[in-house]
């Protein structure tokens, strides 16, 4: 049984920062990419930022570049992403997953354990 869990969202302000957490308890945490995704209402979820197994490779959609830095530490189990200058259209429940592969990928299928979601508010 893998456990994911996301931790860090909350309501601020355009222009103020917030820092996601995950843990992926119960496999090998070092052999699996990770995913950032995130889904607003009444639209599809969508690829945030990925990060390799080792953290060699990392991806970020263009809408976050620049904003949004993913990071991992395998000795925790735990993946970050960092979001600065957030934005009202970052507003969104932000989903981690687990890849079933060592490569980071944009793709939701390429992950295969999922936490329940933690809502990121950003009021204008």
């Known amino acids: 049984q893998v456990h994911v869990a996301e931790s860090g969202g909350g309501l601020v302000q355009a222009g103020d920062s917030l820092r996601l957490s995950c843990t992926a308890l119960?496999?090998?945490?070092?052999?699996?990419?990770m995913g950032w995704f995130r889904q607003a209402p009444g639209k599809e979820r969508e690829f945030v930022s990925a990060?390799?197994?080792?953290?060699?490779?990392?991806y970020s959609a263009d809408s976050v570049k620049g904003r949004f830095t993913i990071s991992r530490d395998n000795a925790r189990n735990t993946v970050t992403l960092q979001m600065n200058t957030l934005k009202p259209e970052d507003t969104a429940v932000y989903y981690c997953a687990t890849g079933w592969y060592g490569y980071a990928s944009q793709r939701p299928v390429d992950y295969n354990y999922w936490g329940q979601g933690t809502q990121v508010t950003v009021s204008s």
């Open positions: 990060i390799s197994a080792s953290g060699g490779s990392r």
């Open positions: 119960g496999r090998d945490f070092s052999r699996s990419a």
